[in-house]
């Protein structure tokens, strides 16, 4: 089953805009992880955001997290051509007794340039 | 693609053929986990393992198999038995303080295809 479900499904933009993804998930979490896929590639570890935090930057990233609405997002500042990829949101879930992290279907981020 | 190295890059399985995937890290981490990716999909765990000589099932374990022999070797085995095994594989693993945050590590992946 799905924990992350992250909206919208799709998104392009021209470069230099903002990009804003969002991620709900369905039960209580430790934290929060957004990860990058390039195109053909693995996943490259972005940002992680604790259960007790509500904003985190990194760079050109900002991650907010509300615990309330069990959602975050993940917005990319003055996006660039290699921007262009898919983020999924990743939240730990207690599957058989063992903690084992859980991926949305992710957000495809077109930039246009 | 930070010390994992999968291989090969792309593998093609005949009918009835098994064929093992291979995933070796250097990171000197104790758990290591195989995904499966379908196009436009996100990822499913199909097995990990939590230290040498010890490995669970995932979500989507049925026709695949694996063996954690080493620390830094976790092969797995896409069986006859797995009728549809057409899809991008993705090895990770984790370890000392990201392995407490669950933070995974990926390596570049595989792509299988049926002949």
């Known amino acids: 089953s799905q924990q992350g479900e992250e909206d919208p499904q799709a998104l392009s933009i021209q470069e230099g805009e903002n990009a804003t993804m969002n991620c709900s998930y369905k039960?209580?979490?430790?934290?929060l992880q957004w990860y990058r896929q390039n195109s053909g590639r693995g996943l490259v570890h972005l940002i992680l955001?604790?259960?007790?935090?509500r904003e985190k930057h990194s760079g050109r990233l900002r991650v907010t997290l509300d615990t309330s609405k069990k959602s975050s997002s993940l917005l990319i500042t003055a996006s660039r051509a290699a921007d262009t990829a898919s983020y999924f949101c990743?939240?730990?879930?207690?599957?058989?007794?063992?903690?084992?992290?859980?991926f949305g279907q992710g957000t495809r981020l077109t930039i246009n340039p | 693609d930070g010390g994992i190295t999968q291989s090969p890059k792309y593998l093609f399985r005949k009918e009835g053929q098994n064929v093992t995937l291979s995933c070796e890290q250097n990171?000197?981490?104790?758990?290591m986990y195989w995904y499966r990716q379908d196009p436009g999909q996100g990822l499913r765990l199909i097995y990990y393992?939590?230290?040498?000589?010890?490995?669970q099932k995932g979500d989507i374990a049925e026709g695949y198999s694996v063996s954690r022999e080493k620390k830094e070797s976790f092969p797995l085995t896409v069986t006859s038995a797995q009728k549809n095994p057409t899809a991008f594989y993705l090895c990770?693993?984790?370890?000392?303080?990201?392995?407490?945050?669950?933070?995974?590590?990926f390596g570049a992946g595989t792509r299988l295809s049926v002949l």
């Open positions: 990770a693993s984790s370890g000392g303080t990201a392995q407490a945050k669950n933070i995974q590590y």
């Open positions: 039960t209580s979490i430790n934290n």
């Open positions: 955001i604790r259960s007790n935090e």
């Open positions: 990743a939240t730990v879930a207690i599957i058989q007794g063992a903690q084992k992290l859980v």
């Open positions: 990171l000197n981490h104790d758990a």
């Open positions: 393992s939590q230290i040498v000589n010890d490995f």
